[in-house]
């Protein structure tokens, strides 16, 4: 499995933008199926976005869809993930996570991906 690690935490204002990374290790990432996922205190972790290895599909949680993008970079192995238009309700911890060649056929749950980073604090403020 690959190691990940998160980066661009950050306290942003609501209405404002914040983009998210995952740098992966290994020579496999293009393999890797790569999943953004998030949570709040008190909550359950939660499916935000998540972009085949495959071909390059992507899936959103309804609530972000149109506000974020998932990309992936696989010559940096580097997955991102591009939010604007933030609101307080999306404050949580970001988790990045990875599987090899996981075939998504609809939005995946956290069971789904073995590989996961440390977390990256988002905080939204109103």
């Known amino acids: 499995q690959v190691q990940l690690v998160e980066s661009g935490a950050g306290l942003v204002q609501a209405g404002g933008s914040l983009r998210l990374s ?3 290790s290994g020579r496999t990432f293009s393999s890797y199926t790569m999943g953004w ?5 008190g909550k359950e972790r939660e499916f935000v ?10 899936y959103y949680k309804d609530s972000v869809k149109g506000r974020f993008t998932i990309s992936r970079d696989n010559a940096k192995n580097t997955v991102y993930l591009q939010m604007n238009s933030l609101k307080p309700e999306d404050t949580a911890v970001y988790y990045c996570a990875g599987e090899l060649k996981l075939r ?3 939005p995946p749950t ?3 991906f073995r590989s ?5 604090q988002v ?3 109103a």
């Open 123 to 125: 905080i939204v403020s």
């Open 22 to 24: 995952c740098a992966a």
């Open 37 to 41: 996922f998030r949570q709040a205190p």
């Open 104 to 106: 998504m056929i609809s």
């Open 110 to 112: 956290p069971r789904s």
């Open 116 to 120: 996961w980073g440390q977390g990256t």
């Open 49 to 58: 976005a998540a972009i085949n290895w495959s071909d390059d599909s992507t």
